[in-house]
C-alpha cells in the first residue's frame, strides 16, 4: 500500500512540475477517494495549484487539473465527458444497474480511472469518461448485462443533481464523526470506528484519521463500502440531551 502511494504521489508531483515548466495544464485520471485525499495532503509540496471536478459538482470519482488560469494566463477545461446508455427496448427490460453499467464498460478493457461517475435512471445512465475514450466507447458499448444498449456522447451532462438525496433524521449523543456514521449506517460505535482505524472514512475528500473530529453542517462524509451523505447538522434536542441531526445520503 505504501508503495502504491509512493508510485501516485510522485505521478502527482510530475504532472505538476510538467505544468509548471511548460505553462500548460497538466491532468490526472480520474481519482478515487484514497487519491484525492493524498493529493489534497501534498497541497503544500506541489509547485503549481491544483482543482478537482468529475463533471458535475456532485460527482465522488474526479480527474485533478494542476495550474490555474490566473498563473498560466488561459482557461482549458477538464477533459470529460458524459456518456448516456439507454436500453433498446427500455419499456421491456428491467432497469440498469450501476455495477452491471461498470463492469461492462470495464469488460472493453477500459482502465479505471478512463470512467468517473456512473448514475442510474431507470432504464438507462449517465457515464462520466475521459473525453478521449467517450465515443471509442460509445462505438463498443452495446450490452449491459442481458440487455442491449445504445450510446451516445451527450452535449452537456444531465439537467439538475446527478444523485438523488434521501433526507433522514438520526439521534446522536453528539456531532463526533463516528457517533453520526454510526446512525448513519446502522453500526456499533465499535464497528464505526473501526472505519477510521481502516482509513475508509473521508470527509470533503480529505481522508478522516480522528474517529473524534467534529463534523460540521454542509460537510460530505463518504465511507469507503458503505456510501456517502451530506451531514445537515443539529435540528434541536430531545428531552434526555440526545441531538436531532439531518443526514442526505446520496442514492
Known amino acids: 500500500m505504501e508503495k502504491d502511494r509512493g508510485l501516485v504521489k510522485k505521478r502527482f508531483l510530475e504532472l505538476a ?11 490526472t485520471g480520474f481519482l478515487n477517494m484514497e487519491e484525492q485525499s493524498l ?19 456532485d460527482c465522488e470519482r474526479r480527474v485533478a487539473r494542476f ?5 498560466l494566463g488561459y482557461e482549458e477545461p477538464f477533459p470529460i465527458s458524459c456518456v448516456g446508455v439507454n436500453a433498446v427496448a427500455a419499456k421491456f427490460g428491467a432497469e440498469l444497474a450501476h455495477r452491471d453499467v461498470l463492469g461492462s464498460i470495464l469488460g472493453l478493457g477500459v482502465d479505471r480511472s478512463i470512467i468517473g461517475d456512473i448514475a442510474v435512471r431507470q432504464q438507462g445512465a449517465f457515464a462520466f469518461c475521459l473525453s478521449s475514450m467517450a465515443a471509442w466507447i460509445c462505438g463498443h458499448l452495446d450490452r449491459v448485462g442481458r440487455q442491449g ?11 439538475g443533481p446527478l444523485y438523488r438525496l434521501s433526507e433522514e433524521k438520526i439521534q446522536i449523543a453528539s456531532e463526533r464523526a463516528d457517533a453520526v456514521v454510526a446512525k448513519a449506517f446502522r453500526l456499533s460505535r465499535e464497528d464505526s470506528a473501526e472505519l477510521f482505524e481502516k482509513e475508509r472514512v473521508f470527509v470533503d475528500a480529505a481522508l478522516c ?20 451523505f451530506v451531514y445537515g447538522g443539529v435540528d434541536g434536542a430531545t428531552k434526555k440531551g440526545r441531538l436531532n441531526a439531518v443526514i442526505s445520503k446520496y442514492c
Open 67 to 71: 495550474g490555474s488560469e490566473r498563473d
Open 149 to 159: 444498449v445504445r450510446c451516445e456522447v451527450l452535449d452537456r451532462p444531465p439537467e
Open 39 to 57: 493529493l489534497i495532503s501534498m497541497k503544500k509540496e506541489l509547485p503549481v495549484p491544483f482543482s478537482l471536478f468529475g463533471g458535475t459538482e
Open 209 to 228: 484519521k480522528s474517529a473524534s473530529r467534529q463534523l460540521k453542517a454542509g460537510e460530505i462524509v463518504s465511507v469507503r463500502g458503505y456510501g456517502r
Open 17 to 27: 512540475w510538467r505544468a509548471e515548466r511548460t505553462g500548460c495544464f497538466a491532468f
